[in-house]
């Protein structure tokens, strides 16, 4: 789909990058009104900074605006492409910019998270004496990726996967855009043909609008007359099957279900299945994580206290490195919990210290364990008798730490699995003495 008035046409992801803070779409918390960075670029008042974020989400877009906005030089230098002879030549144009206007090189850096340490340090000596205004992007980490001298220079600016909302706009601004996008064809997208390309796109606007662009071409070499773009186009187009999921209806609720059901089953086959079918078929994935981590307390529990780390590292790697990588992180906390020891027993504490605080209502906390900031405090008691542990053998001392009305009341009885195992013999040293009511009944 070649404009006649461009010799060589760029991708349509390309054509549509904004180029004002006002089209830019998502990051709110960057590009908002009362955002302090979009005053300062409105400003061009600028500095050093690192984005940080998944794929599409707009750090190019970024670091263009600020050229535009500051009116500086701008050199795009990546670390696929370019090395150190380019550096120099980027070097070289920007102190003579700099003899003839004063005025810093705007240098960015993509995926400056593929630089090691030698590369990077080639560029502090520039970004020290304000030669260059370094502007990097990462999909990774800058803490581990980015050396400290570099890191302590420049701001780190998160970018978060667009909004499904945001990617609407995107995919009908390219469609109806005459001069930079797809306009002049006319093409007109069914509600679910729309919905599968954003379900595609996992929150990259340049994902959505490459396979606008394939989709819209497929259309056009199939029936060149023909402008209304259905699901089965989108899916012959892409070879990707819209797998039926109403993510309000019924079909959410029971894919969920068998899901959780299969990590409390411990089947690691059938809970990557389930999580797979969720994901390919839309499902927001920060959703499946979040139960997950419900499960790793519910379901494992200190069976395995490892077990609530690995689902929540799985979240966050969603959240910095986004799709497709972090898919196999869900997968991998996935796998851990169904093949995890199971307890249920910090959940059926929970139910039972609230069944318990319902029936008895707020009871006082005992005078000796009370905080006593006052002297009035300390002459009415609070503090008096409480023993500090740590001066007694084995940091220790008998002494009640609940109030009466629900003395020896045991809410949470461990297993005899996993690390619980572990716990119940640390529970059973501390048992208080034959003399009281009776000790905990940990069976």
């Known amino acids: 789909m070649k404009d006649e008035k461009t010799d060589e046409i760029a991708p349509l992801a390309e054509r549509m990058r904004p180029e004002k803070i006002e089209d830019m779409l998502g990051q709110p918390h960057l590009l908002g009104p009362e955002a302090s960075f979009r005053k300062a670029l409105e400003a061009g008042q600028v500095f050093p900074?690192?984005?940080?974020?998944?794929?599409?989400?707009?750090?190019?877009?970024?670091?263009?605006?600020?050229?535009?906005?500051?009116?500086?030089?701008?050199?795009?230098?990546?670390?696929?492409?370019?090395?150190?002879?380019?550096?120099?030549?980027?070097?070289?144009?920007?102190?003579?910019?700099?003899?003839?206007?004063?005025?810093?090189?705007?240098?960015?850096?993509?995926?400056?998270?593929?630089?090691?340490?030698?590369?990077?340090?080639?560029?502090?000596?520039?970004?020290?004496?304000?030669?260059?205004?370094?502007?990097?992007?990462?999909?990774?980490?800058?803490?581990?990726?980015?050396?400290?001298?570099?890191?302590?220079?420049?701001?780190?600016?998160v970018l978060k996967p667009l909004r499904k909302e945001d990617l609407e706009v995107v995919l009908t601004r390219a469609l109806h855009d005459r001069e930079k996008g797809l306009g002049r064809w006319g093409f007109q997208l069914t509600r679910e043909a729309l919905e599968h390309l954003m379900d595609l796109s996992h929150g990259d606007a340049r994902v959505a609008?490459?396979?606008?662009?394939?989709?819209?071409?497929?259309?056009?070499?199939?029936?060149?007359?023909?402008?209304?773009?259905?699901?089965?186009?989108?899916?012959?187009?892409?070879?990707?099957?819209?797998?039926?999921?109403?993510?309000?209806?019924?079909?959410?609720?029971?894919?969920?279900?068998?899901?959780?059901?299969?990590?409390?089953?411990?089947?690691?086959?059938?809970a990557v299945y389930w999580l797979y079918r969720m994901l390919l078929a839309g499902e927001d994935p920060l959703f499946v994580a979040r139960r997950m981590i419900r499960f790793a307390s519910e379901d494992v529990g200190l069976a395995d206290p490892q077990a609530l780390q690995v689902a929540l590292a799985a979240f966050d790697a969603w959240h910095k490195v986004g799709p497709p990588e972090a898919e196999l992180a869900l997968s991998e906390a996935a796998v851990y919990l169904a093949t995890a020891p199971k307890s249920n027993a910090l959940y059926l504490a929970e139910k039972t210290v609230k069944a318990e605080i319902e029936r008895t209502g707020p009871q006082p906390v005992p005078l000796h364990i009370r905080n006593a900031p006052t002297a009035l405090m300390k002459k009415l008691g609070y503090g008096r008798g409480y023993r500090y542990p740590h001066n007694y053998p084995g940091a220790?001392?008998?002494?009640?730490?609940?109030?009466?009305?629900?003395?020896n009341r045991v809410f949470y009885r461990p297993t005899d699995r996993g690390f619980e195992r572990e716990i119940r013999r640390r529970l059973g040293r501390y048992k208080k003495k034959e003399h009281r009511k009776g000790p905990p009944d940990l069976s």
Request: hydrophobic fraction near 40%; glycine fraction near 6%; charged fraction near 25%.
């Open 209 to 270: 609008l490459n396979n606008l662009e394939m989709v819209c071409s497929y259309a056009l070499q199939t029936d060149p007359k023909e402008r209304s773009v259905d699901l089965p186009i989108v899916e012959k187009a892409l070879d990707r099957k819209a797998l039926p999921y109403d993510k309000d209806g019924e079909e959410h609720y029971n894919l969920i279900s068998a899901f959780h059901k299969s990590l409390r089953g411990s089947d690691a086959q059938a």
């Open 49 to 157: 900074v690192i984005f940080w974020g998944p794929p599409g989400s707009g750090k190019t877009t970024l670091a263009r605006m600020i050229a535009t906005y500051t009116r500086y030089p701008f050199r795009a230098f990546s670390a696929v492409t370019s090395g150190v002879k380019d550096l120099r030549e980027i070097i070289k144009e920007a102190e003579g910019h700099r003899h003839k206007t004063r005025q810093p090189t705007i240098l960015f850096v993509d995926e400056i998270h593929r630089f090691h340490k030698g590369q990077q340090d080639a560029f502090l000596p520039y970004v020290e004496s304000g030669l260059i205004l370094l502007v990097g992007a990462t999909t990774q980490n800058p803490s581990f990726e980015v050396i400290p001298p570099l890191l302590s220079r420049a701001r780190v600016m």
């Open 396 to 407: 220790w001392i008998e002494q009640e730490y609940l109030p009466d009305k629900v003395l």
